[in-house]
Nanobody, 124 residues
Framework: QVQLVESGGGLVQAGGSLRLSCAAS????????MGWFRQAPGKEREFVAA????????YYADSVKGRFTISRDNAKNTVYLQMNSLKPEDTAVYYC?????????????????WGQGTQVTVSS
């Protein structure tokens, strides 16, 4: 049973930073792609970033490129999303997702496993 548990959300002022964590368990994730998505109130879910666990290839949404960094810690089976230069429009619930695939996917409907989400609020 795959479990994904996010943490690290909170309230931060514009221009600040947060680091989200996604602790993964229940599988060997070397053949998985891990993704971060977000959903703001009244808006559709949005792709943020993804990483192929083996090899570490990454892909970012244009809206976060240069500000956010996805990374992993193999020993801890944890994926991170370092968020810098945060803007009020980054406010959303952030979700970690995983799927056993080699293709980096931006469509959330293609991910099989999801965490419960963590709230990020950026004040202006």
């Amino acid at each position: 049973q795959v479990q994904l548990v996010e943490s690290g959300g909170g309230l931060v002022q514009a221009g600040g930073s947060l680091r989200l964590s996604c602790a993964a368990s229940g599988r060997t994730f070397s053949t998985y792609v891990m993704g971060w998505f977000r959903q703001a109130p009244g808006k559709e879910r949005e792709f943020v970033a993804a990483m192929r666990w083996r090899g570490g290839s990454t892909y970012y949404a244009d809206s976060v490129k240069g500000r956010f960094t996805i990374s992993r810690d193999n020993a801890k089976n944890t994926v991170y999303l370092q968020m810098n230069s945060l803007k009020p429009e980054d406010t959303a619930v952030y979700y970690c997702a995983a799927d056993r695939t080699i293709a980096i996917m931006t469509d959330g409907d293609l991910y099989e496993y999801w965490g419960q989400g963590t709230q990020v609020t950026v004040s202006s």
